[in-house]
């Protein structure tokens, strides 16, 4: 933790809370002394004086309120979708993942579903142990929570189409004009760099995030979100709904600003030259990305919508023409290259530098820690710089940089934060678990007054399992140091 940032800014004269009066729940109209044996089939009266309940057939149990977004993932099967259908309706109440304590019991979880979706039961017994915890095998069996935990979020949907859905009605959740985005980027859903390189786009002044398409048609996900979102156009757009990159298909009915399809290194050269025409200046600086590593390229879309630094890619060992050009149409502008020698070699820097611009390094010894190297990096205006507690995360595998791409407006918006990777699905890297402990929030007296963490978790339980999630949820949880 940084020295000159207070873990806790400390309240005097901490009293104590005053005894609750009333009755327990003053929201509630039912009287709250109405017995609780066993129920009849004709419910006695109640023998306080209470008024009478209308006769009914009593409920065996009083169940707690099932969270609205689990709802909504049951209703629509994918979670992703639930988040599109829960973002019209409830305005998007899962921006912060607070709603959904770890772990509830009141929720049936299929936490081995690939797709990550959740049901409920009317018939399943309800059960708790003593401390609320719950882990491994019996967290499943006690219904535990893979859609929110106190400090995650997931995004569980099966595919790069439905992550991207999720991901932008979370941050647009379009119940008024205000909350629609001018536009949305359409990409291939097999276009990885060019999804990372499109993410530029969500930054000021567009503000345009990410779905999928095809050549061939739109998926289900997408052309919800769509009709969800309704980009309408604007000044910052060029009057476009949408910006389609590449070989995709542009929903009836909706103009669009067009890129051409190409390799990755065509298709970024010809972005950066979009979002130069639209924000009117050059950029401050720009991130030079692996062609051939797109696990050492991921962190780029993130940092990218955050702070609309373009992405150009090179190959290992020869810097490709179109990106020489963009690179001296910026010339002078600082380069921040991301990876090791393998994935961009020292040859390519020095072609760069020969440019005309100045380029460091941004790396680690596999995709893993390369990434918490950028979440560190500080550069002066450029970097992330998340060296204490008090951030939000995203964390997707290493190796679906579609996810990477679909998850970069939750860098650029909220708890806005670095992207992360981990590159097993049932264990936390101990490099990534160490970096969370070195970032962990803490408090001496007063924990409303602390800096808190949050992690978006972007995939289903295939790609990033329960049990890990639990793990991160610990290790990001808020916790007492020292005494009073």
């Known amino acids: 933790m940084s020295a000159d940032r207070p873990i806790n800014a400390d309240v005097e004269g901490k009293q104590e809370p005053p005894e609750p009066v009333g009755k327990p729940n003053d929201a509630e109209e039912q009287p709250q002394d109405a017995p609780r044996e066993e129920p009849t089939p004709k419910p006695e009266p109640d023998r306080k004086g209470n008024p009478q309940v209308p006769p009914s057939p009593a409920p065996k149990r009083r169940r707690r309120g099932i969270p609205g ?48 979706s959740h049901a409920t039961s009317e018939s399943e017994p309800e059960s708790e142990s003593e401390s609320g915890e719950a882990t491994g095998a019996g967290a499943e069996e006690l219904g535990y929570p893979s859609f929110a ?31 629609r985005p001018v ?59 949408v910006l389609a990159i590449g070989d995709v298909q542009v929903p009836k009915g909706m103009s669009a600003t067009k890129v051409a399809p190409g390799d990755a290194a065509t298709e970024a050269a010809a972005i950066a030259r979009l979002r130069d025409q639209i924000a009117g200046s050059k950029p401050k600086a720009i991130i030079l990305a692996s062609s051939s590593e797109p696990a050492f390229a991921a962190p780029a879309a993130a940092y990218a919508a955050r702070s609309g630094d373009p992405v150009l890619f090179t190959d290992a060992k020869e810097l490709p023409p179109e990106t020489a050009a963009a690179l001296s149409r910026d010339k002078g502008v600082p ?114 007054r602390a800096f808190y963490n949050h992690v978006w978790i972007v995939g289903d339980a295939g790609q990033i399992s329960v049990q890990q999630q639990a793990e991160i949820n610990e290790v990001a949880e808020l916790a007492k140091i020292g005494s009073e």
Do not use: C
């Open 183 to 241: 536009a949305v980027a359409l990409v291939g859903t097999e276009d990885w760099a060019g999804a990372i390189a499109a993410a530029v786009l969500m930054a000021e002044p567009i503000r345009a995030p990410l779905l999928f398409a095809e050549a061939e048609g739109i998926p289900k996900p997408t052309e919800e979100a769509l009709a969800a979102l309704q980009p309408h156009g604007g000044a910052a757009s060029g009057g476009d709904a």
């Open 335 to 448: 380069v921040y290259a991301l990876g090791p020698g393998s994935a961009i070699s020292g040859k390519v820097l020095k072609e760069v530098e020969g440019l005309g611009s100045k380029v460091q390094r941004i790396s680690g010894d596999n995709p893993v820690t390369a990434a918490i190297a950028f979440a560190r990096f500080d550069a002066g205006k450029f970097g992330w710089h998340v060296t204490d507690p008090g951030h939000g995360f995203v964390l997707v595998r290493s190796d679906a940089p579609l996810e990477a791409a679909a998850a970069a407006p939750l860098s650029a918006s909220g708890t806005w934060g670095p992207l992360l990777l981990t590159d097993n699905a049932d264990t936390l890297p101990s490099e990534l678990r160490g970096y969370f402990l070195d970032v962990k929030p803490g408090y001496t007296t007063d924990p409303t």
């Open 149 to 179: 935990t106190s400090n995650t979020t997931r995004i569980g949907g099966s595919d790069p189409a439905s992550n991207a859905a999720a991901a932008a009605l979370a941050v647009f959740p379009a119940t008024n004009e205000k909350q």
């Open 69 to 116: 977004p689990i709802k909504l993932v049951t209703a629509l099967v994918l979670i992703a979708v639930g988040f599109i259908v829960l973002a019209i309706v409830a305005g998007g109440g899962s921006k912060n993942g607070g709603d959904a304590a770890a772990p509830s019991v009141t929720t049936a979880t299929a936490a081995g579903k690939s797709n990550g």
